[in-house]
């Protein structure tokens, strides 16, 4: 069983920064790809940013692109979303997710096996 754990998120005003992290259990970390999706009241879940399990090779929505970046860091077993410039429209709950037999990059919840709790993001206006 993997477990995630999400921290990092609160209360920002806009055009502010947060890093959330996600800590990963289990041996095998550097070969799962991560993602990072969110959610917003009354909306479905969406994409945010993924990075392969191997090179490095990173993802974004274009809503954030330019603003957010996935990072990882396989000796703690822990990937990174920085976000910057943040916006009223980022206000969500931030999940990670891990895929055990990636393709590559994967934007797809589907290709998600397991899932954190969440942690929320709010940007005030």
């Known amino acids: 069983q993997v477990q995630l754990v999400e921290s990092g998120g609160g209360l920002v005003q806009a055009g502010g920064s947060l890093r959330l992290s996600c800590a990963v259990s289990?041996?095998?970390?550097?070969?799962?790809?991560m993602g990072w999706f969110r959610q917003a009241p009354g909306k479905e879940r969406e994409f945010v940013a993924a990075?392969?399990?191997?090179?490095?090779?990173?993802y974004y929505a274009d809503s954030v692109k330019g603003r957010f970046t996935i990072s990882r860091d396989n000796a703690k077993n822990t990937v990174y979303l920085q976000m910057n410039s943040l916006k009223p429209e980022d206000t969500a709950v931030y999940y990670c997710?891990?895929?055990?037999?990636?393709?590559?990059?994967?934007?797809?919840?589907?290709?998600?096996?397991?899932w954190g709790q969440g942690t929320q993001v709010t940007v005030s206006s």
């Open positions: 997710a891990a895929a055990l037999r990636p393709w590559g990059v994967e934007m797809l919840s589907t290709r998600y096996n397991y």
């Open positions: 289990g041996r095998a970390f550097s070969s799962y790809a």
């Open positions: 990075i392969s399990r191997s090179d490095g090779g990173t």
